[in-house]
């Protein structure tokens, strides 16, 4: 990659549609574009950030190939901190072609994946963890994690990533001044500052490597079981929560004799949403099967809603379910509300919400409980890790600070420190490392 080439590249998705838009970056984004594009003002006297409307002409046989909106970024106002033009034409991928082959025949190159974001961060107009939640923007399963990308991209963590930056390098200097200078009596080395500060400094990274398991969530989805005995509406309320008719549902016991996944948002949080075979005890072949496997799903879940038949008495397999799942994260639910309740308000179910899958009655309330169930509200107002490697290098931050606590010399916790700075620069993208770049640009789409 030369990133002194002019790059070019579709911004929009492949395919049909009423818009798309062409971006440009580099030192002959403009002149190139003026070689194409006329309009009725004087094309050479374009003004920043305004959008021109005209026409994309072939440059040999003044043939038209599109009319379009223009718009011109000046370097360093754009996103990228090159010249930039964006060309938005109609969304037929012929015209999109024919576009992007003129300009290319002209001298641009086709953008690699990532490369508009990836010059934004090598120009100094982003760091690595914002070029991330770029990414995390335009993938994001659910809104928590949409809010949360918004959140990176706007600086939150890289603003507490820099905090801590701070703070070391004030240690550090201490450090270096009494190991340059100690017999200076300007120079105050307290032993008992730096450790603390140091002490602090590891509290503050093991609160962000807490906040991670929030974070990983938002992207990878919590892990939700519904179980039941058979035939409480398990797969009814299933059906109710994705939105459609997923699961086949009869009154006949044991019309799902396996689990069933589907990935869905409720309440702006993404969840891996399991509809579990009907539970009972005397099982046996294909059921007793279904039901190791429902035992087996226990232990890997982060939530289990608990369905009862409100319309029966408690019975044996429900109180063994409850018993083997009281210990996990979970939402005791009476179903069947809309018919005769003969279920007993026991204390187990005390806390439990009412509601009528087949009616929709309470499916409101039992998202929101849900939602506060798997996230309380404290925890958003942390800032949350959503990357691995985030917390691969905090971690290692985390150590070169603790080797400090037992480390024989001055000259050592200098070294640990230095230590600790170069993972915050690979952190950031400060300290580049070609290989963790292209790793990430890589999960980039074209034109991004």
Known sequence: MDINDTIVACATPAGYSSIAVIRLSGGNA???TQKIFVHKDNVRDVQASRAYYGKIIHPHDYCIIDTVLATFFFSPHSYTGEDVVEISCHGNPLIIE????LLTNLGARVAQRGEFTKRALLNGKIDLLQAEAV????YAPCDEARRLAIEQYEGKLSNKIYELKSKIVDLLTLVEAHIDFPEEEDVKY?????TKENEDMI?????????????MKFKEGYKTLIMGRTNVGKSTLFNKLIGYDRVIIHDKPGTTRDYIEERVEIAGLYLRLF???????????????????????????????????GSEPMNEEDIYLYSLTKEKKNILIVNKIDLNLRLDNSTILSDSIKISAKTGQHIDMLKDVIKKVLVPQRDF??????RQRHIQVLEKVKQFLINTREAPSLETIAFEMHCALDMIGELTGKVVNSEILNRIFDEFCIGK
């Open 30 to 32: 403009i002149p190139l």
């Open 98 to 101: 024919q576009i992007i082959s």
């Open 135 to 138: 990414l995390d923007t335009v």
């Open 190 to 194: 307290d032993s008992r500052y730096v």
């Open 203 to 215: 509290a503050e990274i093991e609160n962000l490597l807490q906040g991670a398991q929030i974070g």
């Open 275 to 309: 509809d579990t075979a009907g539970f009972y005890l005397q099982a046996q072949g294909p059921d007793e099967i279904a039901r190791d496997r429902s035992e087996t799903l226990i232990g890997q879940a982060d939530l289990i809603m608990l369905m009862f038949d």
């Open 381 to 386: 107002q942390n800032i949350l890790l959503t």
